[in-house]
């Protein structure tokens, strides 16, 4: 009798644990409920290798391959996947301060895989995917947080997804991605204001899941993969925009597509990613001086298709799935740059 009961209570245990780690990984967004967040910052640091990070207030909707841009010294976290596969609309919208999230209206249609930018003093969502069969869109949103109203604007020449974008001297660069062609090596330039797109030197090598930014005028465009996490790359190659051209850079230390990219005034810094078997900690810094890359600390939690964004000299890398393939988090972490 009492051996019977033991393996009851046993059995609960095990499935309240498997329980509470799957609505944890697996929950679905919040849906219509107001979405702040405050006083979540964690008293947590991770110290390796000199840095620290810190874990601030986790992003209200947990979700992978979401996309981010730095407006306004606020971090913008847009659309994404769902554990459950729901292609997302939401925008959530992180203030380092206050380390609090709002919500703000979400984007007009669903997009995950697209690419996020701020330029003007509003936030551009370019292309990405549309719903579970990965259906490449070429729509341009624009958010005015003047009026916290969503706009339509000059449409991608053709539909992409997984691309990347930045923005040099007001004009947005567009490059990389899957188009129905396959995968694409297009480098495109907008400037807000304009009638139409306009194609510019085809980047070397074609690749999405890629990690893009720009520092003064050239584009950066590192690591991705050519169709699976099979083929990830190691490549660096940068746009010089007054010679219409394309340098070759030194390979990125490690290999891996999935990343998410960004610059500060000299650093290039891609984070995360995800090969077939594994996510990637790694954070590795290009500096544009000495034309060399070198390690930052790594990530305390490992990560794909994430998005990241530099506030105050402070990297914040923000959600993504800690497996390859469909998983997701709300997993909100700061490094402070040398």
């Known amino acids: 009798m009492i ?5 009851r209570v046993g059995f609960i245990i ?6 509470g780690y799957v609505w944890y990984v697996y929950s679905p967004s919040l849906g219509n409920i107001p979405l702040v967040r405050s006083g979540d910052r964690t008293q947590i640091t991770v110290t390796e290798g000199g840095g620290s990070w810190e874990v601030r207030a986790k992003m209200p909707t947990k979700r992978t391959e979401v996309s981010s841009a730095v407006l306004k010294e606020k971090i913008f976290a847009v ?3 769902s554990g459950t596969s729901r292609t997302l609309a939401t925008v959530e919208v992180y203030d380092p301060v206050a380390d609090r999230w709002s919500r703000v209206a979400d984007i007009p249609e669903p997009r995950h895989h697209a690419a996020v930018v701020a330029v003007g003093g509003k936030l551009y969502v370019i292309g990405g995917y549309a719903g579970i069969r990965f259906t490449p869109q070429n729509d341009v949103f624009v958010f005015d947080p003047a009026t916290e109203l969503w706009s339509r604007d000059i449409s991608l020449p053709d539909p992409r997804g997984a691309h990347g974008a930045a923005v040099i001297d007001g004009a947005i660069y567009v490059v990389g991605g899957v188009i129905d062609g396959g995968v694409s090596a297009d480098l495109l330039r907008w400037r807000p204001g304009e009638v139409q797109w306009q194609q510019l030197a085809a980047m070397p090598t074609s690749r999405e899941h890629l990690a893009v930014a720009s520092i003064g005028n050239e584009l950066l465009v590192a690591g991705g993969r ?6 990830n790359l190691a490549t660096l190659e940068i746009f010089e925009v007054e010679l219409d051209a394309w340098r070759s850079g030194p390979d990125v230390p490690t290999a891996r597509g999935g990343v998410t990219g960004v610059a500060t005034d000299t ?3 891609i984070s995360g990613g995800e090969s077939t078997t594994k996510t990637f900690d790694e954070v590795e810094a290009y500096d544009l001086t000495t034309q060399a890359w070198h390690s930052l600390p790594p990530l305390p939690t490992a ?7 530099v506030v105050d000299t402070v990297l914040y890398v923000i959600g993504g799935g800690r497996r390859p393939g469909l998983s997701v988090s ?5 490094l402070q740059l040398p």
Request: glycine share 20%; net charge positive.
């Open 3 to 7: 051996r019977t009961v033991w393996l």
């Open 14 to 19: 095990v499935v309240v644990i498997i329980g």
């Open 79 to 81: 659309g994404g996947l």
């Open 226 to 231: 050519q169709g699976s996490p099979a083929n």
């Open 267 to 269: 650093l290039f810094i």
């Open 303 to 309: 990560r794909h298709g994430l998005a990241s964004g």
């Open 330 to 334: 709300g997993m909100n972490e700061s």
